[in-house]
């Protein structure tokens, strides 16, 4: 009974305190409504526009390592440097050690170089190892090419050559039209 009263209290002071700033809170679309529910822990009327700008905003915008990316090297499945980049920085302090036991061309090992963090990896082909200490080197030579943390990701605008329509397929018959041309009835 006491824990009750204290409640309805509660929600009457949040009341008398809201009620006044009505009239003035009105642009950032506060009711009464949604202090209530925010003070007895349930979810405020607008998550949905906090969900979706936590998604726009949080969430890590990376591109893949393609043929014109570049970092591209001849690693298959390589990650790009931002990647990992955001990870080192994100979970180590500067002068702590990173170990990737799977270095491939080194990704993890630059993003630590570049950020302070002492690196160790391992790698059991010849030739990403090779290429790994390229990297390393040209990024100690400031030769390296890499694309900056946080760049935005490209946004094609319709014009390039690659999302044209190739002018074949333009004049080819549509044999779906003349499909639905003709209007019979299905028995």
Known sequence: MVHEKQEIRSIWMLFECHRNTQA???TKGQTLANHLAIHLGKNPSDI???VLRDWEEALWDVPNVKSNHPE???HPCQFPIELVERCVLALTNEGDWVLDPYAGVGSSL????????RAAGSEKEDEYVQIARERLTDYF???LRVRPLGKPVFQPTGKEKASRVPEEWQTAPKPQ???LEKKEQYK
């Open 141 to 143: 030579n400031g030769n």
């Open 110 to 117: 630059l993003a630590s170089i570049m950020h302070n963090r």
């Open 24 to 26: 003035s809170d009105t």
């Open 72 to 74: 591209k090297t001849a």
């Open 177 to 179: 039209g003349r499909l």
């Open 48 to 50: 949905w526009q906090i």
